[in-house]
């Protein structure tokens, strides 16, 4: 418990408290909108956050030649953002859906190079990724 930090327990309560609320709209759906499902489009969209790591491997005489005594890479929270598109695919009852979901991280990672002369230098390198996962989605009865 002495290792668990306190972001983690905000984290996980803030996500048990936000997927209740999903729940609830799960059974509003059904309870008041019968003919949800067989709607052919839906639309919704999506916020990620998340962290970018990077792996330095030096070649071996790279502290011989070179004035660096060390790097050390410091990740850095990032986020993106997407939408979310669900086409039924069929007609009538169809249980397939073709969805796609298009998304842009913004990402960014710090490297500290510490020199022989004691001095620190830190380096940001920024990312943009974007994604574009296509599901085939079957639902049964």
């Known amino acids: 418990m ?32 019968p003919n949800y499902d ?16 990077m792996k330095l491997v030096p070649s071996a005489d790279f502290y011989k030649r070179d004035s660096v005594r060390s790097m050390r ?17 069929g007609s009538g009852k169809s249980f397939f859906n073709l969805r796609v979901l298009p998304q842009l991280h913004f990402l960014q990672r710090n490297i500290a190079f510490t020199f022989k002369n004691g001095n620190v230098d830190n380096i940001k390198v920024e990312s943009v990724c974007g994604d574009l996962p296509v599901l085939l989605k079957y639902r049964s009865v």
């Open 38 to 53: 067989l709607k052919k489009f839906h639309f919704g969209i999506s916020v990620v956050v998340g962290s970018a790591r």
């Open 2 to 33: 002495l290792n668990l930090h306190w972001y983690k327990i905000i984290f996980l309560s803030a996500f048990c408290i936000f997927a209740s609320f999903g729940l609830k709209s799960q059974r509003f759906h059904t309870e008041h909108l």
């Open 73 to 89: 890479v410091q990740p850095f929270p990032g986020f993106g953002f997407g939408g979310l598109a669900d086409m039924r695919i």
